[in-house]
């Protein structure tokens, strides 16, 4: 990705609506994110898809994620990542690429999805995402951008006029899950999501919200009901926000 200067996100009435979206596996927050955005007219960032991306790039170097020196073969590599990493910010199109080759689906696999917290658990690995997702954030050119993932609200964009954590009982997540993936078993995707979440409560609390977050549990809500409170709690904190579409 190209090197911009990166600087505080502000939420004066002219500038473009932040929004940032946190929670955990299976909540919701890509998908209510996509079709929030969708709606507004707004941007949408999937930071979870840059930690994807990147798990795929150390692989494909030949990387093994399960070995402890995933640090020292990583990090060094990080500049050439971010040359490479590209990802689709309009709500309607739905790519990730390194370089030339779209890894979108790849990087969706079970298998990727296990890894993912390897990578995620090294700081220089964040501190170098966390100014990606800034820059991406400050240099939106849409009237608004909604960013969804687990550090955003706490770490990315403390200061974005609306922060959300987007929740749902464990129960719950895992049964939207287990529907998305109706050839795996369900006892698998259970763990899977389970076993995620354990690792990437490690390194940032993304159960329960920081002081000035809203708590949006969408564990009695349908998704239509989920993406209106969304909208709703946006409008609440910024009355200028677009018409929805
Ligand atoms: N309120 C809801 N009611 C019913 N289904 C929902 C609701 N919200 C989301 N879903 C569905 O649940 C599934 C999981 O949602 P989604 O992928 O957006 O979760 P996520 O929080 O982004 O997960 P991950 O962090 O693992 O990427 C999707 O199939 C989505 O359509
Ligand atoms: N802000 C974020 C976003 C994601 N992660 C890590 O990436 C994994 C994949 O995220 P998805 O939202 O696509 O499921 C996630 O399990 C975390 O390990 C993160 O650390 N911070």
Not at 213 to 228: A, G, I, K, P, Y
């Amino acid at each position: 990705m190209e090197d911009r200067a990166v600087s505080p996100i502000i939420g004066a009435s002219t500038d473009p609506i932040v929004v940032v979206i946190d929670g955990p596996a299976g909540s919701g927050k890509s998908s209510v994110s996509r079709e929030a955005a969708r709606r507004l007219g707004f941007e949408l960032l999937d930071t979870g898809a840059a930690y994807r991306a990147l798990a795929c790039f150390a692989m494909r170097m030949g990387i093994d994620l399960d070995a402890a020196d995933v640090p020292e073969q990583l990090v060094p590599k990080l500049d050439e990542f971010l040359e490479q990493y590209a990802i689709a910010l309009h709500p309607d199109e739905r790519w990730v690429r390194l370089g030339e080759d779209d890894i979108t689906e790849a990087i969706r696999s079970t298998e990727l999805s296990s890894k993912v917290s390897a990578v995620a658990r090294i700081p220089e690995v964040r501190a170098t995402l966390t100014e990606l997702f800034r820059t991406l954030l400050h240099d939106t050119a849409a009237p608004g951008i909604i960013a969804e993932g687990r550090d955003l609200t706490t770490v990315v964009a403390p200061d974005a006029p609306v922060r959300l954590l987007l929740t749902a009982d464990e129960a719950v997540r895992i049964q939207r899950r287990s529907s998305e993936k109706a050839g795996e078993a369900a006892q698998a995707v259970a763990a899977s999501v389970i076993e995620r979440d354990r690792k990437d409560q490690q390194v940032v609390d993304f159960l329960n919200p920081a002081e000035g977050v809203t708590l949006v549990d969408t564990t009695h809500l349908n998704f239509e009901e989920s993406v209106q409170r969304t909208i709703d709690l946006i409008r609440a904190a910024r009355p200028d926000a677009p018409e929805t579409i």
